[in-house]
T-cell receptor, first 113, second 116 residues
C-alpha cells in the first residue's frame, strides 16, 4: 500500500540555523497536508498543498510540493525554540471508497538556544 | 470554543479489562476519526465515521469498536485490553472533502492509555 516516508527522523539544531524535512510518497498524491505536534501535545494543521510545484510560505516556514506530486518539503529559516516539535506530512489514500489520510513517521526537531 | 475534547486524559488498565474513550466535537464536523500514536510509527487510523450512525474500519481496527450515535460524539471501546494497546489515542474531526480535496483535521489533546 501507499507509504509516506519522512527524513530525517530527528534533527537537533542551534537556534538561528535552518531546518528542512522531506516527505516522500510511493505513489502520486492529489494533495498533501503538514501538521506540527509540540512535545506532549496534539497534531495541529499547518498547511495543505494541492498543485504540482506549489510553494507556500508562512512567516519563516516554506512548504513545497514536488512537480511529480510524490514529494514535499518543509523548510524553516532561522529556527527558534518555539519551533520545537514533530512535523508530520500526510497524504490521501483511497480505500474502500474513502479517502483516508496516511501520516508520515514524522521528523522530530529539537532547537537549542 | 472547545474544539475536540477527549476524556479521560490518562488511564491505566489491567489486561482483559474493558473501557470506553470519549470524544466530543463542537464544530459540527461530519467526519470523525480515532488514531493511535506509537513511538516511531506516526499516527495510524483505527476507525472513522463519515456521519451519525456510520462507522468504518481503518488501518488497525482489531481489538477496538466504535459508535457514533450522535454527530458530535465518537466513542472508542476496548473490548479486552491487551498490553499491545498501550498507546496515545487521538480523536480528530473534519469537514468532508471539498472539491475532492481533504479538509484539515482537528485533533483532541489525546488519551494516554497504559495496559499492564
Amino acid at each position: 500500500g501507499q507509504q509516506v516516508m519522512q527524513i530525517p527522523q530527528y534533527q537537533h539544531v542551534q537556534e538561528g540555523e535552518d531546518f528542512t524535512t522531506y516527505c516522500n510518497s510511493s505513489t502520486t498524491l492529489s494533495n498533501i497536508q503538514w501538521y506540527k505536534q509540540r512535545p506532549g501535545g496534539h497534531p495541529v494543521f499547518l498547511i495543505q498543498l494541492v498543485k504540482s510545484g506549489e510553494v507556500k510560505k508562512q512567516k519563516r516556514l516554506t512548504f513545497q510540493f514536488g512537480e511529480a506530486k510524490k514529494n514535499s518539503s518543509l523548510h524553516i529559516t532561522a529556527t527558534q525554540t518555539t519551533d520545537v516539535g514533530t512535523y508530520f506530512c500526510a497524504g490521501p489514500r483511497w480505500s474502500t471508497g474513502f479517502q483516508k489520510l496516511v501520516f508520515g513517521t514524522g521528523t522530530r526537531l529539537l532547537v537549542s538556544p | 470554543n472547545a474544539g475536540v475534547t477527549q476524556t479521560p486524559k490518562f488511564r491505566v488498565l489491567k489486561t482483559g479489562q474493558s473501557m470506553t474513550l470519549l470524544c466530543a466535537q463542537d464544530m459540527n464536523h461530519e467526519y470523525m476519526y480515532w488514531y493511535r500514536q506509537d513511538p516511531g510509527m506516526g499516527l495510524r487510523l483505527i476507525h472513522y465515521s463519515v456521519g451519525e450512525g456510520t462507522t468504518a474500519k481503518g488501518e488497525v481496527p482489531d481489538g477496538y469498536n466504535v459508535s457514533r450515535l450522535k454527530k458530535q460524539n465518537f466513542l472508542l471501546g476496548l473490548e479486552s485490553a491487551a498490553p499491545s494497546q498501550t498507546s496515545v489515542y487521538f480523536c480528530a474531526s473534519s469537514y468532508p472533502p471539498k472539491g475532492g480535496v481533504r479538509q484539515p483535521q482537528h485533533f483532541g489533546d489525546g488519551t494516554r492509555l497504559s495496559i499492564l
